[in-house]
T-cell receptor, first 118, second 115 residues
């Protein structure tokens, strides 16, 4: 079974600064997908960024980028120019790319609570 | 395009009762997944439906069940409620949920409190 670990329960950053959230995962599969979701106080889970394991290039979405290290099984999220609206719980998630209904689910880490200080 | 909707948003029940939660996926999405979120256990997968068939089930007791209708709307049912069932129940939809990259989009959740 796959596991996802987020070792930082809480992080804080000053507005306009950069912060990196860590995520490691354990899998025996070679093809999979990784995601970062954001859950603000409203509790609506929002997709931040996603990465396909077969792609070596790190995904980028505006101020959000990832550092994907497949050999190290590491998938960190970097938020640049942090804004007050970035304050939320951030979850790292894994999904298998294998066929078969038992694989079509997300496995989440415990989350990192990000505070943005003005 | 409307997002994933879940009803009701809040629910209070007592132990022993049963409850039904509803989820309407994004138009065109045929896969619906359910997750339970608690402070202690985090986000845990409950089950996934595609074309009215349950394709995957998480490690939850049989009191938790679900179904999907022909219009892809899904319901989950919890019978004989226990205090530990208090949680935020999240529904997510995607086109196929299959092996290709297919992002799951989440609804706002239903907050269930069991007294």
């Amino acid at each position: 079974a796959q596991t996802v670990t987020q070792s930082q329960p809480e992080m804080s950053v000053q507005e306009a600064e950069t912060v990196t959230l860590s995520c490691t995962y354990d899998t025996s599969e070679s093809d999979y997908y990784l995601f970062w979701y954001k859950q603000p106080p409203s509790r609506q889970m929002i997709l931040v960024i996603r990465q396909e394991a077969y792609k070596q290039q790190n995904a980028t979405e505006n101020r959000f980028s990832v550092n994907f290290q497949k050999a190290a099984k590491s998938f960190s999220l970097k938020i640049s120019d942090s804004q007050l609206g970035d304050a939320a719980m951030y979850f790292c998630a894994y999904r298998s790319a294998r066929s078969g209904g038992s694989n079509y689910k997300l496995t989440f880490g415990k989350g990192t609570l990000l505070t943005v200080n003005p | 395009k409307a997002g994933v909707t879940q009803t009701p948003r809040y629910l209070i029940k007592t132990r022993g009762q049963q409850v039904t939660l509803s989820c309407s996926p994004i138009s065109g999405h045929r896969s619906v997944s359910w997750y339970q979120q608690t402070p202690g256990q985090g986000l845990q997968f409950l089950f996934e439906y595609f074309s009215e068939t349950q394709r995957n089930k998480g490690n939850f007791p049989g009191r938790f069940s679900g179904r999907q209708f022909s219009n892809s709307r899904s319901e989950m049912n919890v019978s004989t409620l226990e205090l530990g069932d208090s949680a935020l129940y999240l529904c997510a939809s995607s086109f196929t949920g299959g092996p290709v990259l297919d992002t799951q989009y989440f609804g706002p959740g239903t907050r269930l409190t069991v007294l």
